[in-house]
C-alpha cells in the first residue's frame, strides 16, 4: 500500500465528527443499524449517491460479519471532509487464513448464520471491492481489527 | 433547496388547527413543523404520502381535489376509476351499478384502471428483462414512493420502471381515439381520473416525467362516494349491461400484483406501507435486495385499497376485490394498438431527476460544521422525542435551530427544568 494512502489510516486526530456503535454477538435484529447510521449522516452530509452506496455496501458487509463471526466487537466511523474511514474491532476469535477469507465463496460460517441467508463468503470481498483502501489485521484466537477508506471524490 | 414550487393535494386550515402535532410524528420525511401553534408543511419535504390527512382529528388538514363541476367545460366527458373504487361498496352493489352510477354522474365515457391491468403486466415483464443491469426493477405507479424515492432515496432513481402508469396510459390511448371516433379536437375531451389518495391528485396536476399533460383533473372516491350512492340506488333495480374487468382489479392490491409479475426468470417482492416501503428502500440501496427483479412498492396499507380518500377500511376492501376476481369474468381487450404504442416508446417518461432535502448544505466543509453543531446542541436537549417543540424528535430540533428555523427556547422541557432551578433558587 503506498505510504499516503497508510497516513489516511491514522488521521484519527483531525477527524470532523466520530460516530460508535456496538455489535452485539449474533444479533442479527441490529445487525445493520450502525452502517444504517452512518448512511442517514452521511445523506446528510451531502455526499454523492454513487459513493453512498459504496459505503453503505461495506459496512453493511463488515457488520454483519462481526455479528455472524465474532464475540461480539464495534463500529467506529471517522468521518473528515473528504472521506470516511470505518473501523471493525471485535473480541475473537480472529481469522485463520486471511488470505483465504479473501477468496470469494469462502466461507466458515456455521448454520444459524447461513439460515439467516447470511454467509455466501462474500463479505470480505465485497468490501474490498467497494473500499479505496481495507486494512486487516487479525491471527487465530485474537481479536480481529477490519478497517476500510472510502474517499467522497 | 430546490426553486420549484412544488404542488400538494393538501390543505391546512388553519382555524382548525390546535397545534396537537400528531401530523408532524406521522410524516415519513419530518416535513411537517408546528410553530407558533400551527402547523406547517415544507413543500420541498412532502411526498403526498396522506399519513397527516388521516391522522389529523381535528379537520384541519384536508385533501383537496377538483369540484366535480369542471367536468362541464369539456364537450365531450371521461372518467377513469382507479381499481380501488370498487371496493369501497358494500356486497349488494355490484360492480357494474357501481361503474354505471359513475357514468350517470355526468360522465360520456367510463373508462377503468384495470382494463390494462394484463398489458401493464407484460410490459412490466418486458422492461425488467430489457433493464437487468438495474435490478430489482422498482414500481413507479404509487405517486408518493416515486417522490419518495427522488427526496430520500436518489441513487435509485434508475431503478424505477420509467413507464407511465395505467391510468395514464389509458388517458395517452383514450384521447386520440376518442378524437377520432367523435372527430373532436383533442382540447375539446376532458379525461378525470377517480383516485383514492392524494398522491395521485398530486400527480394529474403536477407529474413527475410526464412528457405531455395527460388528465384534466382528479376526483377523489371520498368526495364523490355520497352522490354515487344516491344514483346507486336509483339503478340497482333496473342495472344495464356494462362491461366490467374483474380480473383486472389485481392493481389495487399490491401482493397480488407482484404475484402476477412473478414467473420463472422474474422474481417479484411486494411491500405496502411507508414505513415498510422505507425500510425495504435502504436495504436496495444497500444490495441487500438484488436477488429481486422487481419490487412493488405502495405507500398505503395493502396497496391502493388503503388510500386516505378511501370510505372503506382496506382490508374489507380487499377481501372485497378479492373476491370479485374470483367470481367474476373479464370482458376481453384488444390490447394489439397499445403494444404498437409500447413498442414506439410512446409510454416512456422523462428520466426522473432527485429532489434532495436531506443535505444541510452544498458545501460538504460547511454541511460538517453544521453538523457538529447539531451533535452540540443534541446533547442538550432531552432526548424524549415528544414533538412538544413543534418539531418530530429532539434531532430534528437540533437541525432546526442550527438551520435557523428554532431556538434551543423552543425545548418545552429544557424550559421547564429552567423554570424548576429559577424557582429553587
Not at chain 1, 14 to 24: G, K, M, N, R, S
Not at chain 2, 362 to 368: F, P, R, S, V, Y
Request: charged content about 25%; hydrophobic content about 40%; glycine content about 6%.
Amino acid at each position: 500500500m503506498e505510504n499516503a494512502l497508510k497516513e489516511c489510516f491514522s488521521r484519527a486526530q483531525e477527524a470532523e465528527v466520530t460516530l460508535e456503535f456496538d455489535i452485539p454477538e449474533k444479533d442479527f435484529n441490529n445487525a445493520g443499524k450502525g452502517s444504517s447510521e452512518v448512511k442517514n449522516l452521511l445523506k446528510r452530509l451531502g455526499v454523492e449517491s454513487d459513493i453512498l452506496r459504496r459505503i453503505a455496501v461495506a459496512s453493511y458487509e463488515a457488520e454483519i460479519n462481526v455479528a455472524a463471526h465474532s464475540k461480539g466487537g464495534k463500529m467506529m466511523s471517522l468521518i473528515y471532509d473528504d472521506m470516511i474511514h470505518i473501523k471493525f474491532e471485535d473480541m475473537g476469535p480472529g481469522i485463520g487464513d486471511i488470505a483465504q477469507a479473501m477468496i470469494p465463496g469462502y466461507s466458515t460460517a456455521d448454520d444459524l448464520v447461513r439460515e439467516l441467508g447470511f454467509g455466501a463468503g462474500l463479505g470480505l470481498p465485497n468490501i474490498q471491492r467497494n473500499s479505496d483502501a481495507l486494512h486487516i489485521s487479525s491471527e487465530a484466537g485474537e481479536s480481529t481489527l477490519v478497517e476500510f477508506l472510502i474517499f467522497f471524490t | 433547496m430546490s426553486d420549484i414550487n412544488y404542488f400538494h393535494a393538501i390543505q391546512i386550515l388553519e382555524d382548525n388547527c390546535t397545534g396537537c402535532t400528531a401530523c408532524v410524528r406521522v410524516c415519513p420525511t419530518e416535513a411537517i413543523r408546528v410553530r407558533d401553534g400551527k402547523a406547517t408543511i415544507d413543500t420541498n419535504r412532502c411526498v403526498d404520502c396522506g399519513n397527516c390527512v388521516a391522522v389529523c382529528k381535528f379537520h384541519a388538514i384536508i385533501p383537496s381535489s377538483d369540484p366535480l363541476d369542471i367536468i362541464h367545460k369539456f364537450k365531450y366527458k371521461i372518467a377513469i376509476i382507479s381499481s380501488s373504487f370498487f371496493g369501497q361498496f358494500t356486497e349488494d352493489i355490484s360492480y357494474g351499478v357501481a361503474k354505471q352510477a359513475v357514468l350517470e354522474l355526468g360522465f360520456d365515457e367510463v373508462a377503468e384502471e384495470a382494463m390494462v391491468t394484463e398489458f401493464m403486466i407484460g410490459m412490466i415483464r418486458d422492461y425488467i428483462r430489457a433493464n437487468r443491469d438495474k435490478r430489482p426493477t422498482l414500481s413507479s405507479n404509487c405517486p408518493a414512493v416515486v417522490r419518495l424515492i427522488q427526496v430520500q432515496y436518489p441513487a435509485l432513481l434508475p431503478n424505477l420502471f420509467h413507464q407511465e402508469a395505467p391510468m395514464s396510459i389509458l388517458t395517452r390511448f383514450l384521447r386520440d381515439k376518442v378524437a377520432q371516433r367523435e372527430k373532436l379536437s383533442e382540447s375539446e375531451i376532458g379525461i378525470f381520473l377517480i383516485v383514492p389518495c392524494v398522491a395521485h391528485v398530486t400527480a394529474v396536476h403536477q407529474p413527475e416525467g410526464a412528457y405531455k399533460h395527460l388528465q384534466d383533473g382528479a376526483f377523489s372516491t371520498g368526495m364523490i362516494y355520497g352522490k354515487v350512492r344516491e344514483i346507486v340506488k336509483k339503478i340497482q333495480n333496473d342495472p344495464k349491461d356494462i362491461d366490467t374487468y374483474p380480473q383486472g382489479l389485481t392493481w389495487a392490491l399490491s401482493g397480488v400484483q407482484a404475484d402476477l409479475v412473478d414467473c420463472e426468470d422474474i422474481r417479484a417482492l411486494s411491500v405496502n406501507g411507508v414505513e415498510n416501503v422505507m425500510d425495504i428502500l435502504s436495504k436496495v440501496e444497500d444490495h441487500y435486495l438484488d436477488q429481486y427483479d422487481y419490487i412493488v412498492l405502495r405507500s398505503c396499507t395493502n396497496g391502493c385499497v388503503g388510500g386516505c380518500l378511501n370510505v372503506e377500511n382496506p382490508f374489507v376492501a380487499m377481501s372485497r376485490i378479492k373476491k370479485m376476481i374470483k367470481e367474476g369474468e373479464s370482458k376481453d381487450i384488444n390490447v394489439d394498438e397499445l403494444e404498437a404504442l409500447y413498442a414506439k416508446g410512446d409510454f416512456a417518461v422523462v428520466p426522473l431527476t432527485p429532489r434532495p432535502i436531506m443535505e444541510l448544505d452544498k458545501d460538504i466543509k460547511h454541511a460538517i460544521k453544521k453538523m457538529k453543531r447539531i451533535n452540540e446542541f443534541l446533547t442538550m436537549l432531552p432526548g424524549l422525542n415528544c414533538s412538544a417543540c413543534g418539531s418530530p424528535t429532539c434531532y430534528a430540533l437540533a437541525e432546526d435551530i442550527v438551520q435557523g428555523k428554532a431556538t434551543i427556547d423552543d425545548c418545552v422541557i429544557l424550559l421547564k427544568r429552567q423554570n424548576k432551578d429559577d424557582d429553587e433558587d
